[in-house]
C-alpha cells in the first residue's frame, strides 16, 4: 500500500528528491512546501518564518500573483536544499510534481502500519475481553470483515430509496428470474422478506442444514450473514417486527431469538419435542407459541424464559400456527384425521386462557401443512394436502367458503406454503412438483404459473416494498427471486 513516508535527515540530495517523489501528487503546493520547509529546517530557528513567508508567496490562487513568481518562491526557498524539476515560467510547480512517481512499496517504513476501522461494539468487547481499558488489539481479518457485514446489513438499500415514500399498488406477476442463491446445503423451510420497509432487502432463509442466512435479496443475491446455533434441521424461523430478531425453531429441540447485528443469542429454550412451527405474539414480541412433535403447544415468555401457556390437543403433533387479527385468538393445525371426517385438524384457541374454542373447523379428510391470512378481509386461506386450498372466516365459527376451492397444484405430503398479495388480489402457493402458481383471489383461477426443475417449492413470500418481487424456496436448497 503506498503513503506518505518519512526519512532520516540527511545532506544527500538523492534522498531529497525521494522525499520530494514519495509525496502524494494530490496534496496542493502550499502543503508540500510547508512539509518540506519544515523538514529542511529542522534545526533552524528561523523555519517557522522562512515557512510562512514561501506559503505566503505561494498562495497565488486569490492574489495576482502569475505562475513565474510562484517558480521563484519555490525557488528562492528551495535553493541549496535540492535541485528544482527544470519548468519554465508558463510550467506550474504542481504539475512538475504530477510528473513524478510515487516510490516503490518496499521503501515504505516497515514500521508503518494501516489498521482497520474497528466498530464501537468490537472494541467494546475487545477491552472487555481483555479486562483492559484503553488497549485495542488488532482485530484478525475473519472478524474484521464479519464487522463490515453487519455495519451493511442494515444500510438502505438504493434499489428500494426510490419507493420507500410511496404506497404500495396493485400486485404485478413476476416473470424472470433476478436471483438464484445455492449456499443452503439442505432443503430451504421458510424464506421471509424483512417487515420493516427500509430494510425489505433483507431475506431470511431457514434451513434444513441447520443453519439460518441473511440475504441481500434486492440488490446483489449474497449471503450477509449465517446464524449456527441449532445443532439440527431448522424447521421455522420468524423476523421480529422490527427487523432487528429473529426467533426460530428446529429439530434439536431448541428455541432461539438470535440478534441480527450481533449474531448472539439473547434468549434460547429447549423443550421435549422437535420444534415444527414458532410465531411471535402480534401485539408482543417478547412472547412467542411453539409447536412440533407434540400433543401439546407451548406459549414462551422470553423475558422470563418461563412457559406461560400450554395448549394441550389429543393428536400427535401441530404444522403451523396462525394468529388472527387482534392476537387474542390463534388457529393451529394438526395430523388429527379420522376415517369420516377431519375433526381437530384446524383448532382455534384463545390465547391467555389456553382454551380450545372449536375444534369443528375443517371436516374434510385432509391434513393442513399451512396457513395464511388476507391482508384487508377477515380471511385466512389453508392449504391442504387434497391438493387446493380453501378460505375461512377469522369470525366465530370461522365457517368455510364453499363457492371457492384454489385446485390446480399439486402438494402430495410436503410442507407447501401459501400466501397472499399485500394488496390482497392474489393467492400464491408452491407445489411439490416445484412450479410457482398465481391465482386470482376473486375468481379462484390461475392466472400464471412459472415452471421449476422437478424440486419441491416449500415457501413463497411477496416483498412488501416491490409491487412485483417475489421470493421462493426450494427441496434441493435453492433460493429463488423473481421480478
Known sequence: MNSLVSYDDSDSDTERTE?????????????????????VYENDDLSKDRTSNMCSGLSSTNKDINKADCHNHAKTYFSGAYSTPSVNATTSFASALRDTKRPASDAADSNTTVKPYIPKRLRQEQLHNNDSVGK?????????????????????????KPFLLSKYTSTEIPRNLVFQMNEHTGPVNRVQWCPVRQHSHLLLSASMDTTIKIWNGVDSGKCLNTFSHHSGAVRDSQWSACGQ???????????????????????????????????????????????GFSP???????????????????????????????????????DSVSRDSADRTIIAWDFQTAAKISNQIFH???????????????????????????LFSTQRPYKMDKKKRFEGHKVEGFAV??????????????????????????????????????SACI???????????????????????WQ
Open 19 to 39: 522525499h520530494l517523489k514519495a509525496f502524494p501528487k494530490e496534496h496542493s503546493v502550499k502543503s508540500f512546501a510547508m512539509s518540506f520547509s519544515s523538514r
Open 136 to 160: 485495542v488489539d488488532t482485530v484478525s481479518h475473519t472478524q474484521f470483515s464479519k464487522s463490515i457485514a453487519l455495519e451493511n446489513v442494515y444500510r438502505v438499500s438504493d434499489y428500494l
Open 245 to 291: 430478531k429473529i426467533l426460530s425453531g428446529g429439530f434439536d429441540s431448541m428455541l432461539y431469538l438470535t440478534d441480527v447485528e450481533t449474531g448472539k443469542a439473547l434468549f434460547n429454550a429447549r423443550n421435549e419435542f422437535k420444534i415444527g412451527v414458532v410465531r411471535f405474539h402480534p401485539n408482543d414480541h417478547n412472547l412467542c407459541v411453539c409447536g
Open 296 to 334: 401439546a403447544l407451548r406459549a414462551w415468555d422470553m423475558r422470563t424464559d418461563k412457559v406461560i401457556h400450554i395448549y394441550k390437543a389429543g393428536v400427535q403433533q401441530h404444522f403451523e400456527v396462525l394468529f388472527l387479527p387482534g392476537g387474542k385468538e390463534f388457529l393451529s393445525t394438526t
Open 364 to 390: 374434510e379428510r385432509y391434513t393442513c401443512p399451512s396457513l395464511a391470512l388476507h391482508p384487508k378481509e377477515s380471511i385466512f386461506v389453508a392449504q391442504t394436502n387434497g391438493n387446493y386450498m380453501a
Open 417 to 454: 406454503g401459501c400466501e397472499f398479495s399485500p394488496d390482497g388480489s392474489l393467492l400464491v402457493t408452491g407445489s411439490s412438483e416445484g412450479t410457482v402458481s398465481f391465482y386470482s383471489y376473486h375468481t379462484a383461477r390461475i392466472v400464471r404459473s412459472i415452471s421449476g426443475d422437478g
Open 459 to 481: 415457501s413463497v413470500n411477496f416483498h412488501p416494498v416491490l409491487s412485483s418481487l417475489l421470493a421462493t424456496s426450494y427441496w434441493d436448497g435453492q433460493i429463488r427471486i
